[in-house]
Each structure stands twice: as C-alpha cells, then as structure tokens.
C-alpha cells in the first residue's frame, strides 16, 4: 500500500520533552497524546523540542550530508563510498527520499506545534518565542527544500488541523514569498541571545535575520541575468602522458562561466534583493548577537558548541540512536584501538587544498596532514602518511610535525584533505556515534553575505565590504582583501568571483558548495569542467537534468496534482 507523505508524517507523530539545548535531546517520548491534552497542561517546551528533534532524522544515517556535499566539485574519496548520489544517479535514492520526508516532517510538526501553543494559556512572551521558533524551523526546511526540488506543494497548515493531504505545486516565487513571512515573524517574535530567557542551542531572533539574509543573496544571484561573468579555480585533475601513464594536474586554473539565470527565479528583481540582504546582514552585523572566534583551532574546539559564531546547528546526543550522528568519523575517521585510523572516507579534493594562501589556518590548523593509515603486526608500529605531497622537503627535514618516516600515499581518502573541524565532538572518535553539531548558519556567512550583496548593489565592493571581509582574513590568518586590491584593483566580477571561493574556504563541507553553484547558476559549468571524473574516478558530468532532485516517486504516484517528475526524472 502507498502512502504519500504527508500521511505518513500524520501516521508517526510523536511529541518529544525537552527545554534546554541538552533536555531537547535527552528527551522521553510521549506517544498517543491529545492535542487537547497538550494545550490542557501547557507543554509548549515539549511541543518546540520535538519540531527541533525532526531535524536529527536526516543526520542518522547520514542522509543529510550524503544529499549536501556528494554532488559538488570539491568533495571527493573512494568511488563506492560516494554511491548513486556521487555519481549523478539520484532517483529513488534513499538519501533523496529522506531529504524530502524528513524536511516535510518538520515543517508538519512545526506548523501544527504552533496551533496548539496558539491555544495555550501561557506568558505572551514565551508564546511568541515558541511560535517564532517554530516559524523559523518551517522557513528553514521550505528553503532548502525549494533549493533542491524548485516547485513544491505549499503547505501552509498542517494535515492535523485540517489541511489537505494532496496540493498542486506551487511556483518557487509562491514558496519564497511564505519563507520571507514567517521569517519576518520569527525575527520579531523569538528571543534575542542578549534576553535572559533565551537558551543555548536554541534559534534567535538574529537567526531568522542571518536566514533572511541568505534567502534575499540566494534570489539575488539566481535571478541576476544570463551572462554575468563569475570565476572559480577548477579544471581537470589529471592527463595521460605519451606512455598512457596518469599524470595529475597539482594545481586548479581560473576558469570563468557566464552564469544561467536560475529557472523559476526569472520574476524576481535581483538588485532590489541584493539591497534587502545587505540591509538585513548589516542590521545583524550591528546587533552584536554574534560574533567570530579568535581562530579556527577555537571554532572547532568542543567547548565552543552553541557558542558565538553558531547562529543555527544540529543539536545532538552522542549514541543515542536518533539524536547522534556518524559525520566525524565518515569524514575525520576513527582510531581503532591499535591507533591505526580508520573511515574518514570523504574528503577535500587537493585542487581545495591549492585555493589557500600557506599561512591560512583552514590550512594549516584545519586540515589533518598525518593519518596512521596501517598497524604492522610484525613490528608493532604504526605507518603514517602525510599530506599534501608539496610538503615532501619538510618530511625529508622531519619538520612541522612531519616525521621522515612518513609516507606519501595517494589513496582515495588519504590524499585530501581531512578536516579537523570534524572532530567537534566531546566522545572519543571510536567508530561510534558521536554528538557532532552540524553548522546550518555561521556568523562567518553573515559577513560574506554582506560583501556579496554590498558588491552587486554598489557595482563593486565598498569599504565596509572589504571591512567585514577582513575580519574573516584576520581570523584565518590569509591575506588581506585589501591588500590583494592594491596589486589587482577590485571589479564587480572579480570581487564576486572571490567572495565565492572564500565561501567554499570557509565552509568546506559544511552543505553549502552545491548550494552556491547552483544558485549562481554555474554548477553545470563547475561540474563538467573537471572533465567526467575527478582523480578517484568520482564522476562528476552532470546534465540538465540535475539541476533539480527528482521528487520521491510515491510522491508523484500518489498526489493527483502532481502528473510529471522534474524535468529528466
């Protein structure tokens, strides 16, 4: 029997307890529970956690991430770890599936939560924090939902209150227009991170802001016209020389695309909401509820979890089933108990690892450089290999914490970079769950979004862009915009272009590369000009096709309204 899929989210409700950024995830289960009930004994905390807990549900099996980086330029690793996602293939995909049910999840519980705190008898204060919560989880999963599947069916009532099972899709304009609402309540509604009342792990009202500005960038650059010129640094990995021997390519080459205009964004007015992102990040930018940590080795430190760069991130329990996750030891690995590592199978390609100047602490502090990749039984030592190969004379010298034992090695998921900011965990990196806190928003995009959206209003970057710029390149230890304009004076284009490729600096493997291209309108370029395959034989051709996931086949059988998958599909 087929069930769509907001039936199925009806038929498994589940209201989970919880208040604090802990409590929302130690929670008890409460199951067969009246509305009525709820409303009757006030449990607005529980009804706000259990909306937070179904974004968990993605990261249990890896769904999330598998959805968010697979398809990108830069992530590469072992050709079977990167399965039918990395390789262009996603319909039917489980990963795709759970992408679209579990967003759609959320947005149930989040909407008929809020119709029941709507009825409780509770402080205004706390009632409007609650429900602004609960808007702002609603925007966040429509947003990335319009980002991967375009048109989408607008719910804007949930199936327990009486909303209808099946809706015909609405434009991609329709779908903005509710998120760009409900985060103008949330930003109003919630508390700030200022007010005694606000907790840890918890969104703000700066939160709905730094979404609301991400939002206007997105439509900004999406409906910016065909034939604006942007640049990226990527082209072939590798050749074949005369004896049929592959040779790599060490380092990536400027390639510059004019961008499409995104299909579905052709209504909107690119400057005009270029000029309300850049308002709205400067208005966050002026509050002062968020702010950078001094260096990259702090960020990633455990203890700066929920702290004051974290604007929004994945709230988790380590070894519970639901509420914990794999990433650190898919993509930073485990120690065995031998102390050879193992997993760790996706990581950056070494044309990411070229983007950086050798003083820049994503680099230096932020990409591991020695792997125990092997325990020899015989002599009861570990082999190591070091990374990137540039490094051979400081391995000769013993230097910089190299050994000169170390060893060059170009397997899949050694030759890359492994990041350390997958190691945020407070457990020990032994194979099992772990309570890693996926970063949704940082402050660091906020004043990249500034810059960007400064950029395009002013027809080129102005002083308070490069202002903002440069407190990321203080952190980071990299050379100052500022000073890169002295030697090459800053154009519109070449200001965008570098605004891009600092994002996926900053946020490498973070959810967000694949997310940028698309919305520049220059993934087809960026994919296919690495030339099919990556140096691991990750393909990555793409077609038009897949410019959008296909929606989960039992979505298309069983909704009336919807008679044909994407285009492609």
Known sequence: MKYNILKYIAATFILVAGSSCSDVLDEKAYTFVSGDNLIAAKSYKEL????????????????????????????????????????????????????????????????????????????????????????????????????????????????????????????????????????????????????????????????????????????????????????????????????????RVPYPSKQTFEKDLVAGYESFDSKAYYKLAMDKAKELIDLGDFDLYSSQQELWNPASKNGKEFIFSLQTLAGNDVLSNYVATDYAGYYKENGQMSSGYYVQRDHWYQLFDDTDERITWG??????????????????????????????????????????????????SKLMKFRQVSVPLDGKRTDYNWPFIRYAEVLLLYAEAANEVNGGPTNEAITQVEKLNNRNKSKKVSEIGVINPWTQESFRSY???????????????????????????????????????????????????????????????????????
């Open 367 to 416: 990409v591991i450089h020695r792997t125990p990749f092997n325990y020899v039984e015989s002599t009861g030592q570990l082999q190591w290999s070091y990374y990137p190969a540039k490094d051979s004379v400081k391995v000769r010298l013993g230097i910089d914490g190299y050994k000169t034992t170390d060893i060059l090695r170009y397997d899949a998921h050694l030759y890359g």
């Open 48 to 247: 706000v956690s259990g909306a937070y807990n179904a974004m968990s549900f993605g990261f249990e099996w890896g769904n999330y991430h598998t959805i968010a980086n697979f398809d990108t330029d830069y992530q590469t690793g072992p050709t079977w770890a990167f399965g039918d996602i990395g390789a262009g293939n996603f319909y039917e995909n489980g990963s795709n599936i759970n992408f679209y049910k579990y967003y759609y999840q959320c947005i149930h519980r989040a909407q008929y939560h809020s119709y029941l705190i709507n009825q409780m008898d509770i402080p205004e204060k706390e009632k409007n924090n609650a429900m602004g919560e609960l808007a702002f989880l609603c925007a966040w999963s429509y947003f990335n939902l319009v980002q991967y599947y375009g048109d989408l069916p607008l719910f804007k009532k949930s199936v327990s209150e009486g909303g209808d099972f099946n809706l015909p899709r609405s434009p991609i304009k329709d779908v903005y227009a509710y998120i760009i609402d409900e985060l103008k309540f949330a930003e109003t509604a919630m508390y700030s991170t200022h007010d005694a009342e606000f907790v840890k792990g918890h969104v703000s009202r700066g939160a709905a802001k730094a979404l609301l500005a991400k939002v206007y960038c997105t439509i900004g650059s999406a409906s910016m016209a065909k034939g604006n010129k942007i640049s990226v640094m990527e082209g072939v990995p590798f050749y074949f020389d005369d004896n049929n021997n592959k040779v």
């Open 499 to 569: 605004i891009l490729q600092e994002r996926v600096k900053e946020f490498a493997a973070e959810g967000i590369r694949r997310f940028d291209l698309l919305r520049w309108g220059i993934y087809l370029q960026t994919m296919n000009s690495i030339g099919g395959v990556d140096e691991n034989g990750v393909i990555k051709r793409r077609e038009q096709r897949h410019l959008l996931l296909p929606l989960p086949a039992d979505v298309v059988n069983v909704n009336p309204y919807i008679e044909t998958n994407n285009p492609g599909w």
